[in-house]
């Protein structure tokens, strides 16, 4: 039962946040122009904080994210602050597997206001344990990504699930 509240949560979750941000309506301060500025700069942030994933840079994954960002695991807690973050990362880095994200498909939508956007898509993660064997394993995620003062984009929150 647990495992298909979490799917509807992340549609909520995603929903709302377009909601918020208002999409489609008339510009505030920005223009289609400048959100599609963004959307490359989104783009060019998630790629880096892709890689640092892929290489098990956890300082480097933890750079993305903002001071108050959330990471919301599929079965676990969220994690909140830095360490609750760090310690979901080793987590995940110390699993006795390794992993390969393959065949991401994704779309970005920044808010008119140009200092929110949300990503949202699928992906497949490959699982080899130890024995050789791989698994793919489809998962689905939201990520919530917030300009900082600097013009930097950070990961303000963060959620994958698995299909069951």
């Known amino acids: 039962m647990h495992s ?3 799917p509807a949560f992340a ?3 995603a929903m709302s946040f377009i909601a918020a941000c208002q999409f489609g309506s008339a510009p505030v301060t920005g223009t ?3 959100r ?3 959307e490359a700069n989104v783009r060019t942030a998630a ?3 892709e890689k640092a994933i892929a290489v098990h840079d956890i300082d480097g994954i933890l750079s993305f994210y903002t ?3 959330w990471q919301l695991p599929a079965n676990g807690a969220i994690a909140r602050d830095v360490e609750q973050r760090r310690a979901f990362w080793k987590t995940i880095e110390a699993l006795p597997v390794a992993t390969d994200t393959v065949d ?5 939508e920044v808010a008119e206001s140009g200092d929110l956007a949300a990503q949202y898509g699928e992906f497949r993660q490959i699982i080899t344990d130890r024995t ?3 698994t793919s394993v489809p998962q689905k995620f939201v990520n919530v990504w917030r300009k900082d003062a600097d013009g930097n984009w950070k990961v303000a929150a963060s959620m994958a699930t698995v299909e069951n």
């Open 4 to 6: 298909r509240l979490i």
């Open 11 to 13: 549609a909520s979750l």
């Open 32 to 34: 289609v122009d400048d």
């Open 36 to 38: 599609a500025v963004e």
């Open 47 to 49: 790629a880096r904080w």
């Open 67 to 69: 001071d108050d960002g």
């Open 104 to 108: 991401v498909v994704d779309r970005i």
């Open 132 to 134: 050789g064997a791989s």
